[in-house]
């Protein structure tokens, strides 16, 4: 076991870790932070999408072992200090960006990244950045939505 | 996965005699290397993370005007640093996978990997590139020797890639869209001295250069040039549930079709 500190949500943690143990797993297990989902497992699905360094990341193809002295940001750190939804969220909520919610978490913080890079994306833009995050449910159209609006563009014509 | 201890080097000297250990293995961004050690198909006793180690990181011009590029820098930089010297690899690297992959991915890794569906391989062997390792120096045509298979020796350590930059080029990548993987796909390089025409994704034996291809667009740099050619042989191409021999011998050539009509 090695001894493994970072800063998760602007908060500092640290914890013991193998070798082998996944960034996600440390964050669900060993943090309590079980708003990050492993939908896969396989690095396919992007519902483990957190931000390492500021950058999108898949938490089950990551060793937390690695991400000693990392910023790290999840979901639970997407939400307004007064613990109403970000913006991203609210636009998820409003859109019906979601159905069961499952790969949500991936979807807004791979949304973040994005618009971090591209804050004016385009709807095609949006869609290749979403290359790899998996919906079962919605059939994608609302998700494109939600990330226009959350960008402050007009949805009237996205996904139509 | 089984248990294993990581080491973090942060030199190449140091990662070089970690690996020298019984059962120790190379990690670069591990997008190939984790899920294959989430389904125990390698059980290596010690990981060596390549990733704190500066000296093989980063796109530099080097002095031969060849494009240089650290074997431990992520495809997502390679999409955004080559973009203004190498626009056909630098777009080859944005394609591959999805942000997430690209963010972690690296050359060194998807290179010493060798995937027959690979991209890297394909803009590596058609750009003539040479493989930089900590002990030698390997050219693309010596490097590539089969599915996973390559010149690297045991511990060996891809520390850089040069790329000849070629006068126009392109990767047509017909998308797998389950894996993210090429279907199949097709790397052209126009130099002033001859085309080159790599293929992955279509030969049980990996990336290969199509010499029919490259003899003709040598001549006459055109898509005609390719439609007057037969596609390369079924015969020893991947056969899956994604598709046949000869739809991949098929695919060959309308990609390398399309990418000479597309080659900036
Ligand atoms: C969802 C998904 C989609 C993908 N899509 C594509 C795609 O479209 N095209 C594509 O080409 N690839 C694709 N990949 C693979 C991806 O590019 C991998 O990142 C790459 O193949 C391996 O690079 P890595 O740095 O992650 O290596 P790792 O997984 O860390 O290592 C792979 C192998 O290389 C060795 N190694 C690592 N670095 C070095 C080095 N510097 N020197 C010597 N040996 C080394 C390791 O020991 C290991 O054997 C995809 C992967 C995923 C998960
Ligand atoms: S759980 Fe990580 S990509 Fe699916
Ligand atoms: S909302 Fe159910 S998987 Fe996306």
Known sequence: MTKVSMTVNGKTVSGEVEGRTLLVEFLREGLGLT?????????????????????????????????????VTTIEGMANPDGSLGKIQQAFQDHHGLQCGFCTPGMVMSAAALLKDNPK??????????????CRCTGYHNIVKAIMAASGQDVSIAAE | MYAFEIETPSTVQDAVAALKSEGAQALGGGHTLIPTLKSRLAAPEKLVALSGI???????MGDDSRLCIGGGTTHATVAAEAA????????????????????????????ANNDPSACYPAGTLASGATIVTNAR???ADDFFQGMFTTALDEGEIITEVKFPIPEKSFYAKMLQPASRFPLTAVFVAKFADGVRVA???????????????????????????????????????????HGTPEYRAHLVKVMTGRAVENAA
């Open chain 2, 137 to 139: 120096e390997i050219a």
């Open chain 2, 199 to 241: 293929v992955t994704g279509a030969s049980e034996s990996g990336v290969f250069r199509w010499a029919e291809a490259e003899a003709a667009l040598s001549s006459d740099f055109s898509k005609a040039a390719v439609d007057a050619l037969s596609a390369p042989p079924a015969d020893g191409m991947i056969g899956d549930i």
């Open chain 1, 35 to 71: 708003g990050t989902h492993v939908g896969c497992d396989t690095s396919q699905c992007g519902a483990c999408v957190v931000h390492v360094n500021g950058e999108a990341t898949k938490s089950c193809t990551t060793f937390a072992s690695l991400c000693d002295g990392a910023e």
């Open chain 2, 84 to 111: 203004g010297h190498y626009p056909g690899l630098a777009r080859l690297a944005s394609l591959i996978g999805d942000p997430a992959v690209r963010n972690r991915g690296t050359i060194g890794g998807s290179l």
């Open chain 1, 121 to 134: 994306p385009t709807e095609a833009e949006v869609r290749h950045y979403l290359d790899g995050n998996i």
């Open chain 2, 54 to 60: 500066d000296e093989i990181k980063g796109v530099r």
